[in-house]
């Protein structure tokens, strides 16, 4: 295997088990589940020219690339019926496209049994990439991760009701042209900014979702400390996944928890109105080994972030495309084992005060008080805005999101989403004016909230967003911050902070492009970096 599309990479590329707990059968299958998926998506391409359009292979080519992204699916047998449901749709499509001659992927029959496809799979890994181009391959590479990105909140919308085929067609589109051979580095960048683009779709189309079902997010109070009785974790990002476990776990004295990017689910109205919605319990995704273990009660995987859970296998369960060898798999919404195995386990003995986090602040939220905050701009009562967040992670040098945070200044405002507030998520840091210094817009596909709320600012100031006193300061871990990165560049934002590393398939030439178009610059302390931020 070889595998570098996380930040926790090791040494520039995992080669014998994944740092996520991958092993090499699973990452090889993922690899030649995305080579499949590019070919489906070189058929849907060509059927799409004659007038085919098919609603199956569609939300199936993003369920497909989704599995692929970090820690959602370790579970081979999956991978099996994926890459041979993927053929048949491929094969299925292919009759009905007349005059096109189809090679590679679109023609590749998957072998019969695990062993070959595995072998199948490297042969069609990243090392193998015929593109002779190192900058190419790199750009390449990065199109395929923001991709991957993209599904996943495609996948998400979809799950809600909400689809646009013109999305799937632009997805299809890029996936079928990272197989093509003799691209110059300016068409790849402009792929990626497509990319980008297409990501800001998506976002919209999983707003939408969410908010026109669940309502727009409001400020609320949660609690964090734990409520006597049977209990149930929901970690991921699925809010019907949550609202369907709340409806039939209704007068079963079950409390659900949050875990991780779940904690926004708290803001929306349509979900907070279950009494037993009990409050928040843990961190962020890679402190679940540890917390997992220590939870008494069952435990439900929704989207990705899962890791190794053999220390608690009977407790924890998994829905949607997530998977995990041993893990019970809930499918059709019926929750019924998760809530046996809740009644079955002990739950918190007692109720427990740990204080409260406030999150819920989406654009609505926020741009309900703009006249307040844009007063208190012009006025120097707020000086600036940060924007941290993005991936939380286990890699060394993520103190330095807490630090920064600590140490900006008190007439500065916080904006944070996605797992990486669990740095600071709980630190009181007072208010400006009745506006909290600290500021949860939401999970990693808020950041359609948070882009929205700075052209706002921008319209009401009158100049562009890079006029703003407003800096990104962002963390990385997996795909879908890539396609949020991507999505940030064709909004033309420039400035941003990465860390705590940048990414291992990024060559020199690349980073020097970013730099020099986008000045993105390596996070370096918190002092420098505040300091050269403020002036």
């Not at 991958?22 to 849907?44: E, F």
């Not at 890029?174 to 580095?185: E, H, I």
């Not at 009181?428 to 359609?448: E, F, M, S």
């Amino acid at each position: 295997m070889f595998c570098y599309q996380c930040e926790q990479t090791a040494k520039g590329g995992c080669t014998k088990i994944g740092v996520c707990g991958k092993t090499d059968s699973t990452a090889s299958l993922q690899d030649l589940l995305l080579y499949l998926s590019k070919g489906l998506s070189q058929v849907a391409c060509a059927a799409r020219e004659q007038g085919i359009e098919d609603p199956e292979v569609n939300l199936f080519t993003v369920k497909a690339v989704f599995s692929t992204l970090t820690n959602v699916n370790f579970d081979d047998a999956r991978f099996v019926a994926l890459i041979n449901r993927c053929v048949a749709l491929r094969d299925r499509l292919k009759a009905k496209v007349s005059g096109v001659e189809f090679d590679g992927p679109a023609v590749l029959m998957p072998a019969l049994d695990i062993p070959g496809m595995v072998a199948q799979g490297r042969e069609f890994g990243i090392e193998n990439d015929p593109e002779p181009d190192a900058d190419v391959k790199s750009l390449k590479q990065t199109l395929t991760y923001g991709l991957k990105g993209v599904c996943a909140y495609a996948d998400h919308a979809a799950i809600l009701g909400k689809e646009d085929n013109e999305l799937y067609a632009k997805v299809q589109t890029l996936l079928a042209a990272t197989l093509a051979q003799g691209l110059t580095v300016p068409q790849c960048v402009e792929a990626g900014l497509e990319c980008g683009r297409i990501n800001i779709r998506a976002m919209e189309l999983l707003d939408d979702a969410n908010t026109s079902t669940y309502g727009h997010p409001v400020p609320t109070e949660v609690k964090l400390g734990p409520t006597a009785g049977k209990a149930i974790l929901v970690s991921g990002h699925d809010l019907k996944d949550l609202e369907t476990l709340l409806r039939q776990t209704e007068g079963k004295g079950i409390n659900i928890y949050t875990h991780g990017e779940m904690l926004p689910c708290h803001g929306y109205p349509e979900l907070h109105k279950y009494p037993h919605l009990a409050g928040h319990y843990g961190t962020a995704w890679q402190n679940q080994k540890k917390e997992f273990a220590e939870f008494p009660g069952a435990i439900l995987m929704t989207t990705n972030c899962i890791q190794d859970p053999k220390k608690y296998i009977e407790n924890i369960f998994t829905t949607g495309l997530v998977g995990w060898p041993g893990a019970v798999h809930v499918q059709n919404d019926d929750f019924t084992p998760v809530i046996e195995k809740a009644l079955e386990l002990p739950g918190f003995a007692e109720t427990v005060d740990k204080g409260s986090v406030t999150t819920g602040f989406a654009r609505n939220a926020v741009m309900s008080v703009a006249g307040t905050v844009i007063d208190a701009v012009k006025s120097g009562d707020i000086r600036h805005f940060f924007l941290v967040g993005g991936c939380d992670g286990a890699k060394p040098g993520r103190n330095y999101y807490t630090e920064f945070v600590e140490q900006a200044p008190a007439d500065t405002v916080i904006l944070t989403l996605a797992c990486g507030k669990f740095r600071f998520f709980d630190k009181k840091l007072g208010d400006i004016g009745g506006i909290p210094r600290l500021l949860d817009v939401g999970q990693c596909n808020d950041a359609y909230s948070a882009v929205q709320i700075a052209l706002a600012l921008a319209k009401a100031f009158d100049c562009g967003v890079n006029d703003l006193p407003l800096s990104l300061v962002l963390s990385w871990y997996e795909q879908k911050a890539v396609a949020i990165l991507l999505s940030l560049l064709a909004l033309g934002i420039k400035n941003i902070k990465l860390g705590p590393s940048l990414p291992a398939f990024i060559t020199p030439n690349v980073l020097d492009y970013l730099v020099e178009n986008y000045n993105i610059a390596p996070i370096s302390t918190p002092e420098a970096d505040l300091a050269e931020i403020l002036g």
